[in-house]
């Protein structure tokens, strides 16, 4: 059975930082593009951040560039999101997700996203 995992998220003040972590298992998912979206209430899910299975090319929304990094690390099985100068328009539940195929390069589409995890909640005050 395919599990995705987050960790990671809580409260926390404009400005600070948080990390989530994405722990994967039933798959190896060293050749699928992984991703971290997020939805905040009644907005439709956005791609937050994305890093393809190989080469280490990454994208990032506008809002986020600057700030967040993600990072993968193949051996382990496991994604992950820092995310620094955290502002109030991040707040919402965030998803750890991989490529429904291997070896695609990255999509933005949620619908192109086979495996999800339950979500995080990340809440930043202002």
């Known amino acids: 059975q395919v599990q995705l995992v987050e960790s990671g998220g809580g409260v926390v003040q404009a400005g600070g930082s948080l990390r989530l972590s994405c722990a994967a298992s039933?798959?190896?998912?060293?050749?699928?593009?992984m991703a971290w979206f997020r939805q905040a209430p009644g907005k439709e899910r956005e791609l937050v951040a994305v890093?393809?299975?190989?080469?280490?090319?990454?994208a990032y929304t506008d809002s986020v560039k600057g700030r967040f990094t993600i990072s993968r690390d193949n051996a382990k099985n496991t994604l992950s999101l820092q995310m620094n100068t955290l502002k109030p328009e991040d707040t919402a539940v965030y998803y750890c997700?991989?490529?429904?195929?291997?070896?695609?390069?990255?999509?933005?589409?949620?619908?192109?996203?086979?495996?999800w995890g339950q979500g995080t909640q990340v809440t930043v005050s202002s």
């Open positions: 997700a991989a490529d429904r195929f291997p070896g695609r390069f990255y999509k933005r589409d949620w619908v192109e996203y086979g495996y």
């Open positions: 039933g798959r190896t998912f060293n050749t699928y593009t």
């Open positions: 890093v393809r299975w190989a080469g280490g090319i990454t």
